[in-house]
């Protein structure tokens, strides 16, 4: 059995984040921790699933097909030659790419976004001197979120990560869902903060959302 990238996309989206909205996942889910010691890795979200530790408009049956063939096949790899102007970039966000078209809508660029430990990319955005940045709602250990910065030939060129000890005030316990947006000056780097857990001197706990501020190129 074998299932396509696109199939793999919308089954998951559909059957994770119900209408493919972003708000859900394995971190998010109330009562459900970061799986494998809070590591997000691409199949957590369909291994809570076959768990039924998370809801699924998918069959168990189908889930357990898609598990085994990903198992197996752990390189689902997007390929481009390398040809052309890049004219639109994009984020494929279960993949874990950042991928380059040209005006004719050719492949020219695909860019691994895990390999320099961002996971799950969402908003794209390119700057006046054509660098590209992208929100990734994870960073490598899942307690984070970061932001990635790449020139107009896809070399890869910072990072801006951010932690619970970075968010909130007092003991910061989790910070998560946080990669979904960023913006960029020639000063500063933002990066939203869309939802942590906090814990105050008092012992008193709460949740909070905000804007992380970074010095660019820091």
């Not at 369909?46 to 898609?66: F, Y």
């Not at 085994?68 to 997007?78: D, F, G, K, M, V």
């Not at 590209?132 to 990560?161: H, I, R």
């Amino acid at each position: 059995m074998r299932f396509s990238l696109a199939a793999r996309s919308c089954t998951l989206a559909f059957a994770l984040l119900a209408g493919c909205s972003p708000a859900q996942n394995a971190v998010t889910v109330p009562g459900v921790p970061p799986a494998l010691g809070g590591h997000v890795a691409p199949l957590n979200p369909l291994e809570l699933q076959v768990a039924g530790r998370v809801p699924s408009a998918v069959t168990p049956g189908a889930l357990k097909s898609m598990l085994a063939y990903y198992r197996s096949h752990p390189a689902q790899r997007i390929h481009a030659d390398g040809k052309g102007t890049v004219a639109v970039w994009a984020s494929v966000w279960d993949e874990n790419y950042l991928i380059g078209l040209t005006g004719t809508n050719h492949l020219a660029m695909a860019l691994d976004t895990s390999k320099n430990g961002g996971i799950g990319p969402h908003t794209v955005k390119v700057d006046r001197h054509q660098n590209v940045w992208v929100a990734d709602e994870y960073n490598p250990t899942g307690n984070g979120g970061l932001v990635q910065e790449y020139n107009k030939g896809g070399t890869y060129v910072a990072g801006y990560e951010y932690t619970p000890a970075y968010c909130g005030t007092g003991s910061v316990t989790e910070c998560f869902d946080t990669g979904l947006d960023s913006a960029e000056n020639s000063k500063y780097v933002f990066a939203s903060e869309t939802e942590f857990y906090y814990q105050d001197g008092n012992g008193t706990s709460d949740y909070g959302s905000g804007v992380f501020r970074f010095k660019n190129g820091s």
